[in-house]
């Protein structure tokens, strides 16, 4: 896949002790997408234009204003890329939630949920389903290595999911949110199931991040980086297997540790 194409040029001084020279550097284009549901417009979101049927998929998905791909009777991505039309049968409590509670999420970005964590009545994921700790350090390495725009820029973040037969499914996305939501709508559209699978994200784990976990029936999300007091409690609660600081051999598992087969 092409992915020179979600980046632009730019004329940088770049300074070395007291030397500046003039030369081109490559940043990351971000645009507004907006989403379309049955015809009224939903919400605009600062993203990378790419995967957007998967973005809109995943997004409506944590959202929980459709509850799965069946929903879905049409979906279509404007000539331009920054428009999304979807048709679907919606839970309008839902969409109604995210219009009244748009909470800005701590996610870059700027992203938006309605996803109250107070009232959110998800049953506890009780899925006996567990790996290794070295599945967890050769994965996330793996998770690192493989990030063609982080490499070429610097500038995106990444989600990926390790499916329980060994393979996986990647996003890179200018904010986390928009990144677990377009790698969640790619299993969907791929009819992979995530319900015994691990979710390896950039970024530290706040609340809402986990949260979407939660929704997605993920048992178990990973980072190099810390949870949030609030992203703790959250997986406690729902049952997921939270784990921070995994780097080499070494992790910190803060909820759930049961998962994982030493």
Same mark, same amino acid.
């Given at each position: 896949?092409?992915?020179?194409? +979600?980046?632009?040029?730019?004329l940088i001084d770049k300074l070395i002790e007291n030397e500046v020279t003039q030369v081109e550097d490559v940043t990351i284009?971000?645009?507004? &997408?907006?989403? +379309?549901?049955?015809?009224?417009?939903?919400?605009?979101?600062?993203?990378?234009?790419?995967?957007?049927?998967?973005?809109?998929?995943?997004?409506?998905?944590?959202?929980?204003?459709?509850?799965?791909?069946?929903?879905?009777?049409?979906?279509?991505?404007?000539?331009?890329? &920054? #428009?999304?039309? =979807?048709?679907?049968?919606?839970? %309008?409590?839902?969409?109604?939630?995210?219009?009244?509670?748009?909470?800005?999420?701590?996610?870059?970005?700027?992203?938006?949920?309605?996803?109250? %964590?107070?009232?959110?009545?998800?049953?506890?994921?009780?899925?006996?389903?567990?790996?290794?700790?070295?599945?967890?350090?050769?994965?996330?390495?793996?998770?690192? #290595?493989?990030?063609?725009?982080? %490499? /070429?820029?610097?500038?995106?973040?990444?989600?990926?999911?390790? &499916?329980?037969?060994?393979?996986?499914?990647?996003?890179?996305?200018?904010?986390? $949110?928009?990144?677990?939501?377009? =790698? =969640?709508?790619?299993?969907? &559209?791929?009819? /992979?199931?995530?319900?015994?699978?691990?979710?390896?994200?950039?970024?530290? /784990?706040?609340?809402?991040?986990?949260?979407?976990?939660?929704?997605? #029936?993920?048992?178990?999300?990973?980072?190099?980086?810390?949870?949030? +007091?609030?992203?703790?409690?959250?997986?406690?609660?729902?049952?997921?297997?939270?784990?921070?600081?995994?780097?080499?051999?070494?992790?910190?598992?803060?909820? $759930?540790?049961?998962?994982?087969?030493?």
């Amino acid at each position: 896949m092409d992915n020179t194409k +979600y980046l632009k040029t730019v004329l940088i001084d770049k300074l070395i002790e007291n030397e500046v020279t003039q030369v081109e550097d490559v940043t990351i284009d971000e645009s507004r &997408l907006t989403l +379309y549901l049955n015809g009224e417009k939903t919400i605009s979101m600062m993203c990378i234009p790419k995967d957007q049927d998967a973005h809109a998929i995943g997004f409506l998905m944590s959202e929980n204003v459709i509850s799965s791909l069946a929903d879905i009777h049409q979906i279509e991505i404007k000539e331009d890329g &920054l #428009r999304v039309d =979807v048709t679907a049968t919606i839970n %309008e409590n839902s969409l109604a939630n995210l219009y009244k509670e748009k909470t800005l999420v701590s996610g870059c970005g700027g992203g938006v949920t309605g996803n109250d %964590e107070t009232s959110l009545k998800i049953p506890f994921n009780q899925t006996s389903f567990k790996v290794t700790p070295y599945t967890i350090s050769s994965e996330i390495k793996i998770f690192y #290595r493989e990030s063609e725009l982080y %490499e /070429l820029t610097g500038c995106v973040h990444k989600a990926m999911i390790y &499916l329980l037969d060994g393979s996986t499914i990647s996003a890179e996305d200018i904010g986390r $949110h928009n990144a677990i939501d377009k =790698v =969640v709508g790619k299993c969907k &559209l791929q009819k /992979l199931d995530t319900t015994k699978s691990i979710l390896f994200v950039s970024g530290r /784990l706040s609340s809402e991040m986990v949260t979407k976990a939660v929704m997605h #029936r993920v048992p178990i999300i990973v980072s190099r980086t810390a949870p949030t +007091y609030l992203g703790v409690q959250t997986a406690h609660k729902h049952g997921i297997t939270l784990i921070g600081f995994a780097r080499g051999k070494k992790m910190n598992v803060y909820t $759930h540790a049961g998962r994982i087969d030493v």
